[in-house]
T-cell receptor
């Protein structure tokens, strides 16, 4: 079945450091890909998305490119802030059948001042 | 304001005592879903509903029930809770439709402890 694998955390960075959180997927067909963010005590919110190969999603300084050849959707940010501390989830949405969304295990990010 | 609400936010209960967690959305979304979040496992889908009176099992449905009598509401029912259902639960909704990439909107979560 379809699945999402993302790097284990926690990831600890200093403010203004470069962030990469790796995400790879296994899927049949052409899924849509997402990054969701969960701040402490809150539900998940959509951070960015990409619907087809080579699409780049971006929001709030975060970026991720849909790479079909490497089945990856890595999240990057050039300069993290303390306020970026959260749990980040990579997800894919099947584009057939029930259009189910499958989530990765999540990666916790700590940013130190 | 577009939102998904869940109640209660926190619940401590004992084994075997039936409970219901409510979920309501005000966006007229067809699709609603329940997830549980456990450390190291991410979010796992419990049940989902494509529309009123249409529900189906997700990946971990055992021990749970749902109903969808109205479009806006999608309660999660634990008939006889057990300690392994201690978890953080999220309700989510989105629009439906093939070829669309509608994001899911999540509720704030319900932290359930079963002793």
């Amino acid at each position: 079945g379809n699945s999402v694998t993302q790097m284990e955390g926690p990831v600890t960075l200093s403010e203004e450091a470069f962030l990469t959180i790796n995400c790879t997927y296994t899927a049949t067909g052409y899924p849509s890909l997402f990054w969701y963010v969960q701040y402490p005590g809150e539900g998940l919110q959509l951070l960015l998305k990409a619907t087809k190969a080579d699409d780049k999603g971006s929001n709030k300084g975060f970026e991720a490119t849909y790479r079909k050849e490497t089945t990856s959707f890595h999240l990057e940010k050039g300069s993290v802030q303390v306020s970026d501390s959260a749990v980040y989830f990579c997800a894919l949405r099947e584009n057939t059948g029930g259009f189910k969304t499958i989530f990765g295990a999540g990666t916790r990010l700590f940013v130190k001042a | 304001e577009a939102q998904v609400t869940q109640n209660p936010r926190y619940l401590i209960t004992v084994t075997g005592k039936k409970l219901t967690v409510t979920c309501s959305q005000n966006m007229n979304h067809e699709y609603m879903s329940w997830y549980r979040q456990d450390p190291g496992l991410g979010l796992r889908q419990i049940y989902y509903s494509m529309n009123v009176e249409v529900t189906d099992k997700g990946d971990v449905p055992e021990g749970y029930k749902v109903s969808r009598k109205e479009k806006r509401n999608f309660p999660l029912i634990l008939e006889s809770p057990s300690p392994n259902q201690t978890s953080l639960y999220f309700c989510a909704s989105r629009s439906s439709g093939a070829g669309q990439t509608y994001e899911q909107y999540f509720g704030p979560g319900t932290r359930l402890t079963v002793t």
